[in-house]
């Protein structure tokens, strides 16, 4: 059992950068492959970016790559996505989630079982 507490939402500048945090509890967080997705108002929730227990693999939907980057610490139980020069289309509710196995990378959200309640990212253009 894994349980996910996202935080670092907030409003910020078109042009600005955010971090946002997923705190993980759970012995096991480890073990598991975390990613995270976003629903903006009105949309279906997409897939973001993922990283793999190890930290060493990272995958990123197209419309994110080259402007955010998903990390982990596996000792702090925390994942991480730093998000750099936002625009309006970023502004959503982004949620963390857990993976455990599975094919690489998983960007669909019926592969993971775990999921955050999602903080508020709002760009201002």
């Known amino acids: 059992q894994v349980q996910l507490v996202e935080s670092g939402g907030g409003l910020v500048q078109a042009g600005g950068s955010l971090t946002l945090s997923c705190a993980a509890s759970?012995?096991?967080?480890?073990?598991?492959?975390m990613g995270w997705f976003r629903q903006a108002p009105g949309k279906e929730r997409d897939f973001v970016a993922t990283?793999?227990?190890?930290?060493?693999?990272?995958y990123y939907a197209d419309s994110v790559k080259g402007r955010f980057a998903i990390s982990r610490d596996n000792a702090k139980k925390t994942v991480y996505l730093q998000m750099n020069r936002l625009n309006a289309e970023d502004t959503a509710v982004y949620y963390c989630?857990?993976?455990?196995?599975?094919?690489?990378?998983?960007?669909?959200?019926?592969?993971?079982?775990?999921w955050g309640q999602g903080t508020q990212v709002t760009v201002s253009s």
């Open positions: 759970g012995r096991t967080f480890s073990s598991y492959a």
């Open positions: 989630a857990a993976v455990l196995g599975g094919r690489w990378p998983s960007t669909s959200l019926d592969q993971y079982a775990y």
């Open positions: 990283v793999g227990w190890s930290a060493l693999n990272t």
